[in-house]
């Protein structure tokens, strides 16, 4: 096979193009919906804890099921700060920030970064409803 400069250009272009875009990851500056990104994950991984007649909810008095549970928090208040992921406690227990006995989800696998990354955009892009 002949390599010709408008082969070498349109791949130099091309990688060019991913490198600058950074591949198939999102960038941080992309929108994280609730809907289509952050409810999967608490799907999969809290809400069979965090419903009515499981342990976390009968705990923390935290219900994941739904946008507005999320907001509401535990029986001590709020645990998602819009706009910084640092101070939310929702982010610190995801994340393993808290005590290790604390860490979500309690006596199963961690989420993984690409999940903890995902929640962490959302609530510093304000944790919306969309």
């Known amino acids: 096979m002949v390599i010709t400069r408008h082969h070498a250009k349109l791949a ?3 990688l060019a193009a991913i490198l600058v875009s950074g591949g198939a990851r999102p960038s941080a500056a992309e929108p994280v919906s609730f809907a289509d990104d952050v409810m999967p994950i608490l799907q999969i991984r809290c809400v ?3 419903k ?7 705990k923390s008095g935290l219900d994941l099921r739904t946008y507005e ?3 509401k928090g535990t029986k001590h208040g709020p645990i998602v700060v819009p706009g910084d ?6 982010n610190v227990l995801v994340e393993g ?3 290790p006995s604390l860490r ?4 199963n696998r961690k989420l993984t970064r690409c999940e903890v ?10 944790a919306r409803n969309d």
């Open 85 to 90: 992921a640092m101070v939310s406690n929702f």
């Open 48 to 50: 069979e804890c965090h």
């Open 117 to 126: 990354d995902t929640l962490r955009r959302w609530v510093n892009h304000g």
């Open 97 to 99: 920030r808290a005590d």
């Open 12 to 14: 130099f272009a091309v």
């Open 52 to 58: 009515p007649g499981a342990e976390g909810l009968e």
């Open 104 to 107: 979500m989800p309690h006596n």
């Open 69 to 71: 549970g999320l907001m």
